[in-house]
């Protein structure tokens, strides 16, 4: 987007989702200069000039999270010192989420050291798009928009699948809210899983709260990172002896082994179906057959119009008019 008030631009981790976006608002993305020095260092500058324009900067913090974070907060300080009126930043998926408090004596609040370091850099709003825990808007001073993919995720399960016989799995005790809020919009019931986590990246499942029997289940998360927490539930879910498992989740990481322990778990049919968004540009390098992506570029397009006072004018009217989510 390049009008006279605005410029949108897109950093490395978010290009492919920059020009979706670019597209959806006829707009082209704003020209920059991304230089990786020899020495590892970073600079990010605008091509043209910044004084007084409102300011859109996509990125996601996603693998290689630290050099795509630095190459965020360099930009924003760019955008600053390049005197823009306002800079908004959208964070497609916001790494260091999941590092949101201390679970043992000792560990880091690494999500609230990171959200503080884009807020000095000079950032004044932040976009995220299914953040992972609501609260860390707290971690903010500045404005904090938290938008949902969730809702798009389901319209497309909806169009692709009858839900006659469906029932909504929580993955774990920290998705049982947003399970519940998606099975009371589809007036479907709900089963929770009960996920431990031995060691960090393992996960293990052994009892399952509901009735799963020659059931579809449509497992929603909001990350899949290794896999593990989805392998796991499938095969406690086929245990209880559930009909078909459908997965969805708005951040697709595929850490490690993830592509290939999927794509060999729908071989071997312990899944039926995938649905990941596009918050993530590597998502398009996973091949796993029936793994649909979904596009939030329409929603980020509308968001960026609400800011500049356009469109749907408010979040909550987005989501009612497009029905993408049922508050
Ligand atoms: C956990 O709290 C998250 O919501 C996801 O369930 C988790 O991050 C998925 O990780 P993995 O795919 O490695 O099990």
Known sequence: MKNNNSVLFALSASKKLGNNVAKYLHQELGNIEIKHFDDGETLVKSIDSLRNKDVYVLQSTSN???????????????????????????????????????????????CKLVSKLIENSGA?????????????????????????????????????????????????????????????????PMAILDKRRPKPNSAEIVNVLGNVVNKTCIIIDD????????????NVLKQHKAKKIVFAATHGLFSKNACHNLQKA???????????????????????????????????????????GIGYKTITNLYNKTKIRKE
């Open 223 to 234: 990350i899949i990172d290794t896999g593990g927490t989805l392998i796991a539930a499938c």
């Open 266 to 308: 729908i071989k071997d049919k312990k899944i039926d179906r995938m649905y990941i968004t596009n918050t993530l540009d590597t998502i398009y390098n996973c091949k796993i057959d029936h793994l649909k992506i979904v596009d939030i570029s329409p929603m980020i397009g509308e968001i960026i119009k609400i800011y500049q």
């Open 124 to 188: 004044t709003r932040v976009t995220i798009c299914d953040l992972h825990a609501d609260q860390t808007q707290g971690f903010f001073e500045v404005p904090v928009d938290t938008v949902s993919a969730t809702y798009m995720l389901l319209k497309q399960i909806k169009k692709d699948i009858s839900l006659h016989d469906a029932i909504i799995v929580s993955p774990d005790y920290g998705s049982v809210k947003r399970a519940r809020k998606i099975s009371n919009s589809v007036n479907l």
């Open 64 to 110: 290689p999270v630290n050099e795509n974070l630095m190459e965020l907060l360099i930009a924003i300080d760019s955008f600053k010192r390049a005197s823009a009126r306002s800079i908004n930043v959208i964070i497609p998926y916001f790494g260091y989420s999941r590092q949101d408090r201390k679970t043992e004596s000792r560990e880091p609040i690494t």
